[in-house]
């Protein structure tokens, strides 16, 4: 079936590296969502992005939607121990006459002090 | 209020069992959405009820019957559930009913048992 492919599954970063996630989806996507979720917790919206190529930023989060909308990416600069937790993309894929918001796998960040 | 609560936080039940879990918003969203998780894998969506009426059901097994008493409340009736089942049981709403163009807000979860 369709799927949102979200690489890497696993970040281990020293305090004050950067940070980044991708997003790959096989298939065009209407919109793109990043959610995180913190360990213990559940997911939190971060942001959705819409038109292709669009970058939007959030203090030190980039979030990017590739020209062909199959791609998105979420950097963070000079991590800090409060953003560890597992971050996903949320594809919305077009079946049929349905849309359908698919999740990503997910990359969990952990941040080491 | 910008929250969705969900009941019991932790239900421990066995096989032969009939529970139920709950969940509650009061933000005016017109969908809902019934998600399960498992350790380190992303919510996978099971219902969807769009103006109060199922509008996407996953082939999710009947042993998991939602329902929809009215805009703020969504439930999930459980009965003969499988140990597969065990996994975190998450409730979601959106204000656009086609869950599209707005965020979903989750509610914190269901940790579900079953022995």
């Known amino acids: 079936g369709q799927q949102v492919m979200q690489i890497p599954q696993y970040q281990h970063v020293q305090e004050g590296e950067d940070f980044t996630t991708y997003c790959n989806s096989s298939t065009t996507l209407s919109n793109i969502q990043w959610y995180k979720q913190r360990p213990g917790g559940h997911p939190v919206f971060l942001i959705q992005l819409v038109k292709s190529g669009e970058v939007k930023k959030q203090k030190r989060l980039t979030f990017q939607f590739g020209e062909a909308k199959k791609n998105s990416s979420l950097h963070i600069t000079a991590t800090q121990t409060t953003d560890v937790g597992t971050y996903f993309c949320a594809g919305l894929i077009r079946s049929g006459s349905a849309r359908q918001l698919t999740f990503g796998s997910g990359t969990q960040l952990t941040v080491l002090p | 209020d910008t929250e969705v609560t969900q009941t019991p936080k932790h239900l421990v039940m066995g096989m032969t069992n009939k529970k139920s879990l709950k969940c509650e918003q009061h933000?005016?969203?017109?969908?809902m959405y019934w998600y399960k998780q498992k350790a380190k894998k992303p919510p996978e969506l099971m219902f969807v009820?769009?103006?109060?009426?199922?509008?996407i059901n996953e082939s999710v097994p009947s042993r998991f019957s939602p329902e929809c008493p009215n805009s703020s409340l969504l439930n999930l009736h459980l009965h003969a559930l499988q140990p597969e089942d065990s996994a975190l049981y998450l409730c979601?709403?959106?204000?656009?009913?086609?869950?599209?163009?707005?965020?979903?807000?989750f509610g914190p979860g269901t940790r579900l048992t079953v022995l």
């Open positions: 009820y769009s103006y109060e009426k199922l509008s």
């Open positions: 933000m005016g969203h017109r969908a």
């Open positions: 979601a709403s959106s204000q656009d009913p086609s869950g599209i163009w707005n965020e979903q807000f």
